[in-house]
């Protein structure tokens, strides 16, 4: 390691790879390598590298105005949250725009709280949510590993992913149910239509605030702009990052007009969320989802990845479209580095048998055929 890196706070494995530059779905490292990129820098890179439309709003945008507080109205923070919500398809009229997944989630919960008056938030085994007291609150298996606060800040009830009697937890005393509804870190894994309509049910009995967490599976990776169209669920608030600023950090909070309402003035705050530079590379973002058909070409490549790398290790799959669990007979985390050797990027997830898929949405079934040659050749 050399001694800059050293700097850096060691939390993060490293990759063996030194990343100079980078073109479409392709990396390109310091000794010469061209390395297929189906990890997407944690599910960030949708457009894949270098994209034209993105690059040339940021650069305008930079040239133009680059920054202004939430104080000061401006009309590509206003272009944004109408894109968003029309993008989305589903019952939101209102948009908060934060910087980060977590920072969007702690502010859904904040919400959750004022609206129903209770302590207890539900969420799922497997769950992740982010690394603040809240979010990191909602995670499985933060608390005694990485959590690092005392205690969390209101009661937590975790319960079993696609159990539906487990349903029954959900109780008056619940303000909120947080879900992923394919779940990333989590391996992959799908929730499917019926669990999720009958989260929504119980939600709705116990006057419960449903909360999609899309940060991972949002913004068309599944193939629909969110998993809630996917699945047909329309919660009451919906998170999302990662993909949406294509590597540009923001977030945004979705509500409905029920949950809109409670906001108040100064209730939430932020100073870059929703901040020019960011509302640029959004609108980039869904401008290159919709006219180049990019949720058509996930569907049909993710349909690919199914009916073509089902050989090597690979024994099944979970998950939705670029949001893709191979399933292997061996540690992934071993077919991972066999990958790499072989000049692909893949990721691990927190299910030790299943490597993630998250590749950028231009994909081609040109490119995915080097995946399951290099699979074949790992063998079983
Ligand atoms: N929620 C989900 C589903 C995530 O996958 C992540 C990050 O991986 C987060 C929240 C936290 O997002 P951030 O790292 O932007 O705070």
């Given at each position: 390691?050399?001694?800059?890196?050293e700097?850096?706070a060691?939390?993060?494995?490293?990759?063996?790879?030194?990343?100079?530059?980078?073109?479409?779905?392709?990396?390109?490292?310091a000794d010469?390598?061209?390395?297929?990129?189906?990890?997407g820098g944690?599910a960030?890179v949708?457009?894949g590298?270098?994209h034209?439309g993105?690059?040339?709003?940021?650069?305008g945008?930079?040239?133009?105005?680059?920054f202004?507080?939430?104080?000061?109205p401006?009309?590509?923070?206003?272009?944004?949250?109408a894109?968003?919500?029309a993008?989305s398809?589903?019952d939101?009229?209102?948009?908060?725009?934060?910087?980060?997944?977590?920072?969007?989630?702690?502010?859904?919960?904040?919400m959750?709280?004022?609206?129903?008056?209770?302590?207890?938030?539900?969420?799922?085994?497997?769950g992740?949510?982010?690394?603040?007291?809240?979010?990191?609150?909602l995670?499985?298996g933060?608390?005694?590993?990485?959590?690092?606060f005392?205690?969390?800040?209101?009661?937590?009830?975790?319960?079993?992913?696609r159990?539906?009697?487990?349903?029954?937890?959900?109780?008056?005393?619940t303000?909120?149910?947080f879900?992923?509804?394919?779940?990333?870190?989590?391996g992959?894994?799908?929730?499917?239509?019926d669990?999720?309509a009958?989260?929504?049910?119980r939600?709705n009995?116990?006057?419960?605030?449903l909360?999609?967490?899309?940060?991972?599976?949002?913004m068309?990776?599944?193939?629909?702009?969110f998993a809630?169209?996917?699945y047909?669920?329309?919660?009451d608030?919906?998170?999302?990052?990662?993909?949406?600023g294509?590597?540009?950090?923001?977030?945004?909070?979705?509500?409905?007009p029920?949950?809109a309402?409670?906001?108040k003035?100064?209730a939430?705050?932020?100073?870059?969320?929703?901040?020019p530079?960011a509302?640029a590379?959004?609108?980039?973002?869904?401008?290159?989802?919709?006219?180049?058909?990019?949720?058509?070409?996930?569907?049909?490549?993710?349909?690919l990845?199914?009916?073509?790398c089902?050989?090597?290790?690979v024994?099944?799959?979970?998950?939705?479209?670029?949001?893709?669990?191979?399933?292997?007979?061996r540690?992934?985390?071993?077919?991972?580095?066999?990958?790499?050797?072989?000049?692909?990027?893949t990721?691990?997830?927190?299910?030790?048998q299943v490597l993630?898929?998250?590749?950028?949405f231009?994909l081609?079934?040109?490119?995915?055929?080097?995946?399951?040659?290099?699979?074949?050749?790992?063998?079983p």
């Open positions: 390691m050399n001694a800059a890196a700097l850096l060691p939390v993060f494995a490293q990759y063996p790879l030194s990343v100079t530059s980078a073109s479409g779905v392709w990396l390109h490292t010469g390598r061209r390395v297929l990129d189906l990890y944690h960030v949708a457009l590298y270098g034209p993105w690059t040339s709003a940021l650069s945008q930079a040239q133009t105005l680059n202004q507080s939430n104080a000061v401006l009309p590509v923070r206003e272009r944004a949250a894109r968003l919500i993008f398809q589903l939101f009229n209102s948009v908060f725009f934060v910087n980060s997944g977590a920072e969007a989630n702690e502010n859904a919960l904040k959750a709280f004022t609206l129903t008056g209770r302590s207890e938030v539900v969420a799922l085994e497997h992740f949510h982010g690394r603040t007291a809240a979010a990191g609150a995670t499985w933060a608390a005694g590993k990485w959590y690092g005392p205690r969390p800040p209101f009661d937590v009830r975790f319960i079993a992913r159990d539906a009697a487990a349903l029954a937890q959900i109780s008056e005393r303000a909120a149910v879900v992923e509804p394919v779940q990333g870190v989590g992959a894994f799908d929730l499917g239509a669990y999720l009958a989260l929504r049910r939600c009995e116990t006057g419960t605030v909360i999609f967490d899309e940060v991972q599976c949002g068309g990776r599944t193939g629909a702009p809630a169209n996917l047909g669920v329309q919660p608030m919906l998170t999302t990052a990662k993909a949406l294509n590597g540009f950090p923001c977030a945004a909070l979705l509500m409905t029920r949950v309402r409670a906001v003035l100064d939430l705050g932020t100073t870059f969320g929703g901040g530079m509302c590379a959004i609108c980039a973002v869904i401008e290159a989802l919709e006219s180049e058909q990019l949720l058509d070409n996930v569907r049909r490549v993710g349909e990845i199914r009916t073509r089902l050989v090597g290790p024994q099944g799959f979970q998950g939705a479209g670029f949001l893709a669990g191979l399933i292997c007979q540690p992934a985390r071993d077919i991972q580095r066999a990958l790499l050797e072989r000049d692909i990027l990721g691990t997830s927190g299910d030790p993630r898929l998250l590749p950028p231009v081609q079934a040109a490119e995915l055929e080097l995946l399951r040659t290099a699979l074949l050749e790992i063998g």
